[in-house]
């Protein structure tokens, strides 16, 4: 258990003072929050909800970047660079040291959503109640996980500039479909359809729902639940072949 | 029991090619062994099966009296590999806090630092900006970190100069005095032959020779002279021979170990022994010396 807290707090070290996780989930989607809230003249003709909706969007939008860039690339780094390989031979398993990428991981979505949630404070004056607050951070905060299962699949690539580029797509399109950009009630009927199947809109439906005073809708949870069993069962299908 | 690895007839196969094949032997607590062999003999596979990194595909390795996968195992053992990787974005300190924090009972960080003699400087250093030699001292102390009983090290000294080298002896030579057992591969003959106590020689694969360096050296520039026989008692009579260094049978023949073929031939017509189908053999072992002395040269 030590051990397991010990590698938590490394981890989170880790993943601090990674240039990219700094850039891609702090300061680029509070640079959008700023630009789509108070630059760009988007004709919503209620503000104060729009300042609050785009919140929980951007939010999202970090989140899960953290999930699908660090987390997925970060393993494929050290399972090249024979990091893995040398962890072993320690006598930490490796099941708690996936564990504790997972707790290090979600510590930082945590810290994530925090910071992410002050400067929507700081910038417009974002006022919801308490609970709110809460439930809606805690709905980032639970739901990202199938987006880790996500990370974990593009884990198991071969090559870091694979893992790289395919994460990077792979989160751009979530984004801008899922209606992380702008609302999708705004796309074609075909894009909308297609949003619908998409983990990222129900992530940041969720979102959106609790700041609207109602509660996520079924089919978010199904949807989130279907993709994270999906993926983590591709995940391990993958991991358990490439190792006989 | 006294053993603390034994190997029973392992091979490994690679799809088709054969890395290691029918590999037995068995190392004793408190010693010192090199594997020596030249590249591609074998040495890091072997390393790596004992390390329980890669499953034999025949036969049986056993650490401490179990499967080397076992976390008790892992927890008495360190290593040092050839390809010495470090964890991004961490200071050389927390990745020794972090490698202590796994074992039951490892060194202290004083005892660690002052073992791999990092300076409080480099200490605060990003691993990933360490100098090729840094990085050796900081895999030489994760192998240490859980204070092991066995300690393997994987071509430690390829790529050290001069000081570096004799440092880490220096080094393995105090591991030594407190009981600890120590395997380290090598193809230099030299570092075989003043570090440890045993050799285990390898090549295609293959143990050609295992024991002392002196007896191993002695045994290098043997040549043998082989032929058939029906004669039960051509044993007794060939071994009296002065210049006979040992007999013995193989696939039907008898091959007679010596370091002067002509003599042997000599004595054999002279004595009259019932001997077909001669031949002479230059031993395998001058050929993989010769290897070994050669990439020396060449190092130097």
């Avoid at chain 2, 029973?8 to 020596?36: M, N, Q, W």
């Avoid at chain 2, 791999?116 to 030699?133: P, Q, V």
Wanted: hydrophobic share 45%; glycine share 8%.
């Amino acid at each position: 258990m030590n051990a397991i807290m010990t590698q938590c707090k490394f981890e989170m070290i880790r993943i601090f003072r990674n240039p990219y996780f700094v850039f891609w989930t702090l300061f680029m989607p509070i640079l959008f929050y700023f630009i789509f809230t108070n630059i760009v003249n988007t004709g919503v003709p209620d503000q104060g909800e729009w300042q609050a909706y785009y919140l929980m969007s951007m939010t999202t939008f970090s989140v899960m970047g953290s999930a699908i860039m660090n987390f997925g690339i970060r393993m494929v780094q050290e399972q090249t660079e024979g990091w893995s390989t040398f962890m072993k031979l320690t006598p930490f398993p490796s099941w708690a040291y996936f564990t504790a990428k997972m707790f290090g991981q979600l510590t930082m979505h945590l810290l994530s959503i925090i910071i992410v949630f002050i400067a929507g404070f700081l910038i417009n004056g974002v006022s919801l109640t308490i609970d709110q607050w809460l439930f809606s951070g805690l709905w980032i905060l639970i739901a990202s996980i199938p987006f880790l299962a996500i990370g974990s699949l593009i884990g198991t690539m071969k090559k870091v500039e694979t893992a790289g580029g395919v994460s990077n797509i792979i989160y751009l399109a979530l984004a801008s479909l899922g209606g992380m950009w702008m609302p999708i009630r705004i796309f074609p009927d075909f894009l909308q359809k297609v949003a619908e199947w998409l983990p990222s809109y129900h992530f940041a439906s969720g979102a959106w729902e609790i700041i609207l005073g109602n509660v996520p809708d079924w089919r978010s949870f199904l949807i989130l639940i279907g993709y994270l069993i999906v993926f983590m069962l591709l995940a391990t299908y993958i991991r358990g072949k490439q190792e006989n | 029991m006294g053993n603390v690895v034994q190997l029973e007839h392992v091979s490994k196969k690679f799809g088709k090619t054969t890395a290691v094949k029918d590999v037995s032997f068995i190392i004793e607590k408190g010693s010192t062994v090199a594997i020596l062999g030249p590249n591609g003999a074998g040495k890091t596979t072997t390393i790596s099966m004992m390390l329980g990194l890669l499953e034999p595909s025949d036969g049986m390795v056993k650490v401490f009296d179990t499967n080397p996968k076992e976390i008790t195992v892992r927890n008495r053992i360190g290593a040092m590999l050839q390809e010495t990787s470090v964890i991004d974005m961490l200071k050389v300190r927390e990745i020794m806090e972090m490698f202590r924090s796994y074992y039951t009972s490892p060194l202290s960080m004083e005892e660690l630092t002052s073992l791999t003699g990092f300076n409080a400087d480099e200490l605060k250093r990003r691993a990933s900006k360490l100098s090729g030699g840094q990085r050796r001292r900081l895999g030489f102390a994760l192998a240490l970190a859980g204070d092991p009983d066995l300690i393997f090290f994987d071509e430690p000294t390829v790529g050290l100069d001069i000081t570096a080298r004799r440092n880490f002896w220096e080094k393995v030579a105090t591991l030594k005095l407190q009981g600890k057992t120590v395997i380290f591969t090598t193809h230099y003959l030299q570092e075989a032959d003043d570090f440890s106590e045993r050799i285990i020689l390898f090549n295609n694969g293959e143990i050609v020779a295992d024991g002392n360096p002196d007896e191993i050296k002695h045994n290098i520039a043997t040549r043998s002279v082989s032929f058939q026989t029906n004669d039960k008692e051509v044993f007794a009579l060939l071994q009296s021979f002065d210049q006979v260094i040992r007999c013995y049978e193989k696939d039907g023949r008898i091959f007679v170990v010596t370091n002067d073929t002509d003599a042997v031939l000599t004595e054999i017509f002279r004595n009259k022994v019932d001997a077909k189908n001669i031949s002479i053999e230059n031993g395998r072992l001058e050929e993989v010396f010769e290897n070994l002395t050669a990439e020396r040269k060449e190092t130097i």
